[in-house]
């Protein structure tokens, strides 16, 4: 038996906190929240059911989907379909807005997800995640399209991830902070064990493939340069660098010990405004980080205030320790007004 508070009852008791709130969002949130415990279970037995490796498809980005991909997305849709919290949702693996079916009644939100972030990493048991974002439907749309869901992250409801990791985690925001919880496999449940979760304001660790540095933009280029000259450089002390390829574990890092990660723009397809995705991964991240104190920003705007025209849309991410964002926010605003003087511009690059 567990002494901790559950997370059903610690969202029912911020619902309460809320004047005449219905109790649809709470239902929401739980709905969302059985779904990752199906998912949690079927990537933590993944070779054992013959789940593991490539589904023969790709997705709308043209990546190729594992079959954990797909049964995570399969997951989710059937779990919150016929609920009737949600009016529509979204996801990396469909390429169409999933309208409700007409047997089910429709509700007021919209749901975006990413069904296993980090999927790359499946095959060599690496951790993965969901990540998610709750938006309300406009009032008197019957039909939500995509133009729908466009709106900036600053209209999130609620943000959250589950890492599937040595344990499994639940973390959330709906606006008055981040709260992390863990899955207590006996009883089912996930129990608070991370409450009122904050990124440290300052950090010497970063995280960034260091594999594509030849194509980034000069202002990251010079922020990985000066952390690797570690203490002789300008920084004058050491860093120490992490990449899991798998954002919802670089975002869990730093939520808990702080640091930076970043997918910048880069020159290899500059008609890609980014790698990561701004509705389902970008934005509901962006929302979490500064909800414990943190920052998140394309390397020129507030990710959150970006006003998205795609639901695939890409952006280039910045996110984590507050001072180190704006030190690379600032290294952008440098080299942008001496480009304004004179300087070549880089071809391609998002302004
Ligand atoms: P997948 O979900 O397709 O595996 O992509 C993961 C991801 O979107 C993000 O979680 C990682 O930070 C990033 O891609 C890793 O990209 P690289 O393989 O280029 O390092």
Redesign the pocket.
């Known amino acids: 038996m567990h002494n901790g508070t559950s997370l059903t009852q610690f969202i029912i008791e911020e619902q309460r906190r809320i004047p005449g709130a219905t109790g649809d969002f709470t239902s929401l949130l739980n709905d969302i929240v059985t779904a990752c415990k199906v998912i949690a279970n079927a990537v933590s037995k993944g070779g054992l059911i013959g789940i593991l490796g490539t589904a023969g498809s790709e997705n709308v980005?043209g990546?190729t989907q594992?079959k954990l991909?797909v049964i995570a997305n399969d997951v989710l849709v059937r779990s919150m379909e016929w609920t009737g919290h949600l009016a529509a949702m979204a996801s990396?693996e469909m390429e169409d807005v999933y309208r409700i079916p007409g047997r089910y009644p429709r509700g007021k939100y919209l749901l975006l997800f990413?069904p296993?972030?980090?999927?790359?990493?499946i095959d060599v048991n690496v951790s993965?995640g969901t990540i998610f974002s709750v938006l309300r439907c406009p009032e008197g749309v019957d039909e939500p399209a995509v133009e729908h869901f466009l709106q900036p992250g600053t209209e999130q409801v609620c943000a959250g991830y589950a890492i599937y990791g040595p344990s499994t985690m639940l973390v959330l925001t709906t606006g008055h902070g981040v709260n992390g919880f863990t899955l207590d496999r006996e009883i089912g449940e996930f129990v608070l064990t991370h409450p009122d979760m904050q990124v440290p304001a300052e950090t010497s660790e970063f995280?960034i493939?260091v594999?594509?540095e030849r194509f980034w933009e000069a202002p990251v280029q010079r922020y990985v340069r000066e952390c690797l000259q570690g203490e002789e450089g300008p920084r004058g002390r050491n860093f120490n660098m992490r990449?899991?390829?798998?954002?919802?574990?670089?975002v869990h890092r730093i939520l808990t010990r702080g640091g930076i990660?970043m997918?910048p723009w880069d020159r290899r397809d500059p008609s890609k405004p980014g790698?990561?995705?701004l509705m389902y991964?970008a934005n509901p991240m962006a929302m979490i980080v500064e909800q414990a104190g943190g920052a998140a920003s394309t390397g020129r705007a507030r990710i959150l205030e970006v006003r998205p025209t795609e639901l695939h849309q890409r952006v280039p991410v910045v996110l984590g320790s507050r001072e180190e964002v704006e030190r690379v926010v600032r290294y952008h605003r440098e080299h942008d007004r001496a480009r304004a003087r004179g300087g070549s511009p880089v071809e391609g690059a998002p302004v």
């Open positions: 980005q990546e594992k991909d990396e990413d296993l972030d980090g999927s790359s990493n993965v995280a493939n594999s594509n990449w899991v390829a798998s954002m919802v574990a670089e990660f997918y790698r990561l995705r991964e």
